[in-house]
């Protein structure tokens, strides 16, 4: 079993809720990644980190922002939720070197009314 | 551009009947390939993955693939199918011009029928 969690795994709230989607791992991993999925559909790349302090974008725009102040620490948040951010969030690790495989959370599914 | 592509939607397999996930990829230079295992209301769980040597390479829970350079693919191979093994697969290369970003497929959903 991989050692990386997020919290919660299924969220309801209501539009123009801030929201903290948060995601550990003990792993020691310096990289981190943030992906969303719809149901049964392919995964984006929202956020990405190589490290305590760095941050960066994916591929797939998103209006959520992340902080990485802790190696295990990967907290995404949004600032005002809508209905078009409900969705599957997939929190990931990997080791910095070498060809490492991604390690996932459970992931947490956000609604928003 | 780098990318990886499966081209079933969905695979439908009677239990006892050998399985085949199809995978194609386009990357420059060697391919870091990957397959993933996703099942219901689950994160994704690491199956395999070819790095280099031997094309034939086996993981976890039964499934083994193969890696085919001149036909560009990386198909994933379960010699008997279970029920069990429904569920959704995601291919992937881990891109050679970026730090550590993985490409990934937009998956095949397994349903294997008793």
């Known amino acids: 079993e991989a050692d990386i969690y997020q919290t919660p795994r299924y969220l309801v709230i209501g539009t123009g809720k801030k929201i903290t989607l948060e995601c550990s791992q003990t792993m020691g991993h310096d990289k981190m990644y943030w992906y969303q999925q719809d149901p049964g559909m392919e995964l984006h790349l929202i956020h990405y980190?190589?490290?305590?302090?760095?941050?960066e974008k994916g591929d797939l725009s998103s209006e959520s922002t992340v902080s990485r102040i802790r190696t295990e620490h990967f907290p995404l948040t949004l600032e005002s939720a809508r209905p078009s951010h409900t969705s599957q969030y997939l929190c990931?690790?990997?080791?910095?070197?070498?060809?490492?495989?991604?390690?996932f959370g459970e992931g947490s599914r956000l609604t928003v009314l | 551009a780098q990318s990886v592509a499966q081209p079933e939607d969905q695979v439908n397999v009677a239990e006892g009947n050998p399985l085949t996930v199809k995978c194609t990829y386009s990357v420059s230079g060697n391919p870091y390939l990957f397959w993933y295992v996703q099942y219901p209301n689950r994160g994704l769980q690491f199956l395999l993955k070819?790095?280099?040597?031997?094309?034939l390479v086996k993981g976890s829970y039964g499934f083994e693939a193969e890696f085919n350079k001149s036909q560009t693919s990386f198909h994933l191979k379960k010699p008997s199918a279970l029920v069990s093994d429904s569920a959704l697969y995601f291919c992937a290369v881990l891109l050679t011009d970026s730090w550590g970003k993985f490409q990934f497929g937009a998956g095949t959903q397994v349903v294997v029928t008793p």
């Open positions: 990931a690790s990997s080791e910095y070197q070498g060809t490492g495989e991604l390690f």
């Open positions: 070819y790095i280099t040597g031997d094309n």
């Open positions: 980190s190589y490290g305590v302090n760095s941050t």
